[in-house]
Every structure is written in structure tokens, then in C-alpha cells.
């Protein structure tokens, strides 16, 4: 594929090189092992180069007409377009998700770089009163400067390109960071679409590299004013600690812990439905996911019948199959963690209605039932397709439960009556939460993000540009101040 022959090099200012580190990050393909690049880690020293190109190309962009910005974002929407195919492939390839996955992936990068075309419009300065006679307070919303982006595994071509696009777009430039699993769909084909977009030299800027090599260069350095950062609780709480050593914005969109929780009015058939896709959707390593699926015990016994009978039908295996629903984990440390969690589970008392088995690193789907009211479990996040089942009495225990965890991302309430559902929603602690329908939601111009553990901050729509931009006041005085000395 000539993504991974043609691309598996940094983008630093404009320029495709090697990276000069010691050794290489190998690409594999996680479903059959091939090996489809090697890339020689950025340096700290290349990490400084590619921000000071940044900050050098960024004040003319800043300053350009941002009717003129938009056209970049136009035809990158039109690049992606005419390669959908095969970027479809480097999906499938590169991280093992279904042609389902794929295409579920590629569309919302589409409707996000629409977004962006808008979003280079939307800044707006405003003319505030002052208690001064003569005074014109006048505030501006500029761009912050440079950006450092970095990007996670699971959705690595939409997750680039959701903090990327509009912070371009608002006039920033970017460093981008993509997860060494995935260097080339949430690194090097980014930089390869805006640079056919026509996006000049230096504003994106790509760096494949590792925490082992780079240490905390990334996120320390003076250059960038924001840090916007999608991946795990534990990181995150690094990243924002060093950000705010260094008095930097961090934008955090974490893990979740989500609950799907079904009422004894829901239409059991569809809350099946709904509960399957959410729980197992790119072999459920999805921030979104429904880990936990809380069912009235008036509905317990009909929801769970027809949830493990639909689960079962679940195909899982080779993801360039378009039959297959379950794909391959990342990494096989990631199909090893899953493959005891669920061992583990079993063992400390939990009944398993279905254990799948492990082969390569295709993880079958397993549901878990009857786990002690304190097993870690219930509160974690589990990034594999492994679904728990929870029976509660009544909605004050289903809001309990729900909210008996550190994160707070996602999720769904199914019910027969709509506002009942509402008030539930309210009570369940989660930056996002979906009526009679699935916890895996992501659109261009809702406010997306988590509570507690789950991040800080927001993207999307105008909360772009609460995260990209940063406000100026600068005042008038006609005629002449009074001064008392």
C-alpha cells in the first residue's frame, strides 16, 4: 500500500525526512502481523525543530484572510474524498478496524472538515461599555499561536484531524504526535492531505516518536500555548501536570467508563441493539463504549436472553472480511490484558454467559454477570470486547451505580417515556449522555468531552474555539484620562 512505502517519514517544515533517533517504531498490522513500515524516532532536537517552524510559519497564517484559510480545508475535504478507498484500507490495515469501523471513521472526518471550513469564519470580536467617559473597550479573539497535538490508536485518522483542522483553521500551526501504533493513518497521511491541500510549508508538522526517546520535550516546550491530548486517564493526568508546571492550556479528552442503562419501559429489542453496537464497536476500544449495561431486573432476565443471543452472532476474525464485526486488538499485550481481565473475572466469582477465546490478537466477545458490588471492574475502563451486564431496583440504584466510578465520559438511558429519561440523564454524572439510543456519538458542532477522570475542556463546534483561540482586550481613550497624580 503506498501509504506505508511513501509516507513513514517525519513532516518537518514542509520537508519528508528520516528522523535521526537510534532506532525505529515498526508499523505492524495487528491482524496478520505484517509489517508495513519502519520509521526512525524523532529526536527532542527534531520535536524543537518542528516547532520553531510552527512559530515561524504562524504569524503570517494568523494574519491571512480566514476566507482565504478555508480554502485549505476545502480541498482537503475533496482529497479525502477521491482517496477514500484507500484510506479505507490503511484503516483496516494499520489498526485492524472493519470495513464497518472504516467507514464510520471516514465519514466524521468528512463532517469535521466541513466543520473547519465554518469554524475559520466563526471568531468574533466584541466592543464592551466602559465606566470611563471616552473609553472603548474593544476584545479580540486571536489565535493562541502553535498547537501540540497528540493523538491516540483507535480512531487515529478523526482524532488527528478533530484537534488539527480547526486549530488550523483559526489560524494556529500544529505539531502533531500520533500513537506509534498508528504513525501513519494519525500522522504522516494528515500532514500528506493538508500539504496537497496546498497548506504552506511549516504550519503542520508531524513527528513519529516515543516518550522513550523525546521524554516530556513534546509537552514542555516553550513554544506551544495549547496541549490538546486524546488517550488514556493515566497519561492525561501527566500531561496536564506538566502543562500546568508550565502554564499551559491542556485540552483533555480521556477514558470513560460509560453505562448504558435500560428501564423496565424500554423497548427491550432496540436497548439490545443499541447496548451491542455500544459495547462492541471497534472490538470496544472506544473511549464511549458502554462498559457497563445496567438493566432493570423487571427486564433483566428477556434484555439478557436476547442480548447474548445477538452477541453470538457476532463474527469475529479477519477485519478486511466486510462480514466480520470483531477485528483484532492493537497489540497483543492489549489482547493479553483483555484475555485475563476476563479470567480474572471468572475466577473471583463472575459468571461468564459467553467467553470468547483469544487467537493472534483477535479477542472473541465475552459478557460477565453477577460480579461482586466491589470489583474493580465496575469502576475501570476495559478497551476490549468484553461487556458487563448489571441488574438494578429502581432508578435511584441505576443512578447510583452509574455514578459509582472516577470517569465520566458517555452514556445512554432506554426507556419508553422521554422525559423520564431526561430527568435520569441529569442525575448521571458524564459530559455526554444519549436517550433511546447508543453511548458511541461524536458530531462536529456539539461540545464533546468528559467529566472527573474523563478530561477537561471541550471540542467541537464553538467550543473549538474556547480551546484554539484566546481573547485580547485592548482599550481606546478618546480625549484625555484624568489621572489622580
Excluded at 487515529?156 to 500544529?174: E, Q
Excluded at 483533555?252 to 448504558?260: Q, R
Excluded at 427491550?268 to 455500544?278: E, G, L, N, T
Aim: negative net charge; proline residues 5%.
Amino acid at each position: 500500500m503506498s501509504f506505508f512505502t511513501n509516507l513513514a517519514h517525519q513532516y518537518i517544515d514542509g520537508e519528508w525526512k528520516p528522523g535521526s533517533g537510534s532506532w525505529d517504531i515498526i508499523d505492524f498490522n495487528p491482524y496478520n502481523g505484517e509489517k508495513l513500515a519502519s520509521i526512525t524516532v524523532a529526536t527532542a532536537d527534531e520535536v524543537d525543530q518542528a516547532y520553531r517552524a510552527a512559530a515561524r510559519a504562524q504569524e503570517a497564517w494568523g494574519a491571512a484572510n480566514p476566507y482565504t484559510r478555508r480554502l485549505v480545508f476545502e480541498r482537503a475535504l475533496r482529497l479525502v474524498e477521491d482517496r477514500e478507498a484507500e484510506i479505507s484500507e490503511a484503516i483496516v490495515a494499520e489498526l485492524g478496524g472493519t470495513r464497518l469501523k472504516a467507514a464510520f471513521e471516514l465519514h466524521l472526518v468528512k463532517e469535521f472538515l466541513r466543520e473547519a471550513v465554518q469554524v475559520a469564519l466563526r471568531p468574533e470580536g466584541r466592543i464592551l461599555p466602559s465606566p470611563i467617559d471616552g473609553k472603548e473597550n474593544r476584545v479580540y479573539r486571536l489565535p493562541v499561536g502553535v498547537v501540540g497535538v497528540i493523538s491516540p490508536f483507535n480512531f487515529p485518522f478523526l482524532l488527528s484531524i478533530k484537534s488539527v483542522a480547526p486549530a488550523l483553521a483559526l489560524g494556529n500551526a500544529v505539531v502533531l504526535k500520533p500513537h506509534q501504533n498508528t504513525p501513519i493513518c494519525g500522522g504522516a497521511l494528515v500532514a500528506k492531505i493538508f500539504e496537497d491541500a496546498g497548506l504552506p510549508a511549516g504550519l503542520l508538522n508531524v513527528v513519529i516518536t516515543d516518550i522513550a526517546e523525546i521524554g516530556d520535550a513534546l509537552i514542555e516546550h516553550p513554544i506551544p500555548s495549547v496541549i490538546s491530548f486524546t488517550g488514556s486517564d493515566a497519561v492525561g493526568r501527566h500531561v496536564a501536570t506538566v502543562c500546568a508546571a508550565n502554564f499551559k492550556r491542556a485540552i483533555l479528552e480521556l477514558g470513560g467508563n460509560s453505562a448504558l442503562i435500560v428501564l423496565d419501559d424500554a423497548d427491550i429489542d432496540y436497548a439490545v441493539d443499541a447496548a451491542v453496537f455500544s459495547r462492541f464497536v471497534h472490538q470496544g476500544q472506544v473511549c464511549m463504549a458502554a462498559n457497563r449495561i445496567l438493566v432493570d431486573r423487571a427486564v433483566e432476565k428477556e434484555f439478557t436472553e436476547k442480548f447474548v443471543a445477538k452477541v453470538r452472532t457476532l463474527k469475529a476474525g479477519d477485519p478486511a472480511d466486510p462480514s466480520t464485526h470483531i477485528g483484532p486488538l492493537i497489540n497483543s499485550r492489549q489482547a493479553e490484558a483483555v484475555s485475563k481481565t476476563v479470567t480474572d473475572a471468572v475466577a473471583a466469582g463472575a459468571t461468564a454467559l459467553l467467553h470468547g477465546g483469544t487467537e493472534g490478537n483477535v479477542v472473541s466477545p465475552s459478557v460477565l454477570t453477577g460480579l461482586a458490588a466491589d470489583s474493580p471492574l465496575l469502576s475501570q475502563e476495559i478497551f476490549g470486547p468484553v461487556a458487563i451486564l448489571v441488574p438494578f431496583d429502581g432508578e435511584d440504584e441505576a443512578v447510583r451505580i452509574a455514578n459509582d466510578t472516577p470517569f465520566g465520559l458517555s452514556g445512554a438511558v432506554h426507556t419508553g417515556d422521554i422525559e423520564r429519561g431526561v430527568k435520569l440523564a441529569h442525575r448521571v454524572r458524564t459530559g455526554m449522555i444519549h436517550i433511546n439510543d447508543g453511548t458511541v456519538h461524536d458530531e462536529p458542532i456539539v461540545p464533546f468531552g468528559g467529566e472527573k477522570h474523563s478530561g477537561s475542556g471541550r471540542l467541537n463546534g464553538e467550543s473549538m474555539i474556547d480551546a484554539f483561540t484566546t481573547q485580547k482586550w485592548i482599550s481606546v481613550q478618546y480625549g484625555r484620562s484624568q489621572f489622580p497624580f
